[in-house]
């Protein structure tokens, strides 16, 4: 005999064949059975100490999940838990724990099962709303789910091509009502991913036979037709051009209906910077020709906005940096950003200023194309020499997809060098390019994937004393984490470059390449290995090299919720020629750190010492502290 599967609420819900129909029962009391091995565990008082209520679940057979799933959604627990335990509230959780266990038993595969609640020994569906016991001193839920069933049948239809249904929605698997809905959430996906926007579930047919402990499971699909993109409203903006608006977002009116390019809009407005909330709805209705209009509702965000960072070491001193924000200069989505930074403030040499300006004008060229303008200048006084820089440029990044970045300017530099050797000015023309693949799982702190770069920058010098070539440079870094909740994280960095063309003499000091500290090499002081070269008769002079390769390894250890450590070795070569030939020397470090999680990156506290190389004088425990893991 097969039946119809439905859902009541009552005392007791059996599943069965009664005149082919599934029909419910009140058991009137509580049933007694052999309990689950988990009884013990899971069952008893639990959630509020000093509630009045006794509280035990009992399930008799089915599979061992069960009773922690029954308990999770119960709402019981949740009424014991808050300490809302008079009668009236118990009474209420109890009948609505019927059909929320009868949930948890069908997305099991349950289809026969028997529900027992009683208040005192009395069977809560039995007890009037308005009768409520003034207090209730046990409850007792007892649970037998009866055999588990299987599809003898899984079939959904039509399927659009491409479409991946979920791998336990088949004949002969465990039937759960979780598969079948995952099921048909897929199947419409999949005609909405080819077109149809309108794709929904046209009829179900879920037929339970309980003498053979099968389901018959049939899904039919109403695809619709193939549409195309209609028109975009816009409403919510206030300080925003619509005009600018609608070319930020790219909205593909005429093409075919696409979700990813649904998204696609989402995203490039959410880039943008402007909006703190962006709703994209589809129509109800297909429009003639059959396109589908889709409603924008944005919620500007505020204007400015204003940070700051941080970094210390004991050797560099503190570092501290600002930037202030104006998200819409011009009414179009232009970002100003004033970016101003101070560094080696108590460190071994004297402090570095930078100050720098840009503008960002998103949907310049295309949607995915942002134009910006930037001024900057800076002062170093290092070591072994002074910089002091300018740079003005213009370029453009293109964004394709969150994973993928692209970009190449053009700029005028102009630079003043003080070394051992004396004063040296550089005037050139660049044109740095770079890309960049990113795709980690979090940005601040990840756990799986990776992330790779390469960058060159092509220069011209404008006078003798600059040389001409380009600089290249590519990293890579990677991410596996294992253990219950990525627990252990092992985290490794790579990083090499080179310049091309001119002698080291004529390269722009910031050009060339040097190893030490936070970004290089740990435990050794801040671009404290570089390299020898002679200049006539004022003798070696130390400066940075053209080639250049580091190595870091580092493990990350989740300890508590919010507390990590880590566990890091790093390495670096630098080579006074281009393609890593001629004299070199390198360095190693290593140490370990204490992270702290905080909601935007964890807090970073590491000590490193030198292990290897350098020039003998990074002796001592290196400290770093900051804000975002070292990579």
């Known amino acids: 005999m097969r039946s119809w599967i439905t859902a009541g609420v009552s005392a007791a819900i059996v599943l069965g064949t009664g005149a082919g129909m599934v029909w419910a029962q009140s058991s009137g009391s509580s049933s007694s059975s052999s309990s689950s091995p988990f009884s013990g565990l899971f069952g008893g008082k639990k959630g509020n100490d000093s509630s009045p209520v006794d509280l035990d679940f009992n399930v008799s057979g089915g599979d061992d999940d069960l009773l922690p799933q029954i308990r999770s959604t119960s709402l019981l627990v949740s009424a014991q838990d808050e300490g809302r335990v008079t009668g009236q509230d118990i009474l209420a959780a109890a009948r609505g724990d019927y059909a929320r266990i009868l949930g948890v038993l069908y997305d099991n595969g349950y289809y026969s099962g028997l529900i027992d609640i009683s208040l005192d020994g009395t069977e809560a569906a039995t007890i009037a709303p308005l009768d409520a016991p003034a207090v209730v001193h046990k409850v007792v839920v007892h649970v037998q789910p009866g055999p588990r069933f299987r599809y003898s049948r899984a079939e959904i239809a039509p399927v659009a091509p491409g479409t991946v249904l979920p791998k336990d929605y088949r004949t002969g698997a465990i039937a759960r009502t979780g598969d079948m809905k995952s099921a048909a959430t897929a199947a419409v996906s999949g005609w909405r991913d080819v077109g149809h926007a309108k794709a929904d579930v046209a009829k179900t047919e879920i037929v339970a036979d309980h003498a053979t402990n099968k389901i018959d499971s049939q899904i039919l699909l109403a695809p619709g037709p193939e549409l195309r993109f209609g028109q975009l409203t816009i409403r919510g903006e206030k300080r925003m051009d619509p005009r600018r608006l609608r070319k930020i977002a790219g909205f593909p009116e005429g093409e075919k209906f696409d979700p990813e390019k649904l998204e696609d809009v989402r995203k490039r407005l959410r880039r943008s910077g402007v909006f703190s909330a962006i709703t994209l709805t589809e129509a109800d209705y297909i429009s003639p020709g059959n396109t589908l209009d889709v409603d924008l509702l944005v919620v500007e965000q505020k204007l400015r906005r204003l940070g700051a960072g941080f970094e210390y070491s004991n050797t560099d001193g503190l570092a501290l940096t600002a930037y202030w924000i104006n998200r819409n200069l011009f009414r179009g989505g232009e970002r100003l950003r004033v970016d101003a930074g101070v560094s080696d403030i108590g460190g071994d040499t004297g402090r570095d200023y930078n100050l720098g300006v840009r503008i960002d004008r998103p949907a310049t060229i295309t949607a995915d194309t942002t134009g910006y303008v930037l001024a900057q200048v800076v002062s170093q006084q290092e070591e072994d020499y002074d910089l002091k820089s300018g740079t003005f440029g213009l370029g453009f990044t293109w964004l394709p997809s969150d994973q993928l970045t692209a970009d190449v300017a053009l700029q005028y530099r102009a630079l003043r060098v003080d070394d051992d050797s004396g004063q040296t000015d550089f005037r050139l023309f660049a044109l740095p390019a770079s890309v960049t693949w990113d795709k980690r799982d979090d940005k601040n702190d990840a756990k799986h994937g990776y992330w790779l770069s390469g960058g060159v920058i092509p220069f011209v010098g404008l006078q003798d004393e600059t040389g001409s070539g380009a600089q290249i440079t590519a990293e890579g870094r990677a991410y596996y984490s294992f253990g219950k909740d990525d627990k252990f994280t092992l985290a490794g960095r790579a990083r090499l470059g080179t310049v091309a063309g001119p002698d080291i003499q004529e390269t722009p000091r910031d050009y060339l390449f040097w190893s ?62 281009s393609a890593w030939s001629g004299a070199s020397g390198w360095q190693a470090g290593a140490g370990a750190g204490i992270r702290y999680k905080t909601p935007i990156g964890p807090l970073r506290f590491d000590l490193a010492t030198p292990v290897g190389g350098g020039d003998g004088d990074d002796g001592g425990v290196q400290v770093y502290i900051g804000l975002g893991q070292a990579f």
């Open 516 to 577: 030490g500290g936070g970004g290089t090499v740990r435990g050794h002081s801040y671009e404290s290995l570089g390299v020898e070269v002679i200049q006539g008769p004022e003798g070696p002079v130390k400066t940075g090299g053209m080639s250049i390769v580091t190595l870091t390894a580092e493990t990350r250890i989740q300890v508590r919720e919010k507390i990590g450590v880590a566990i890091f070795a790093d390495a670096g070569r630098v080579w006074e020629d």
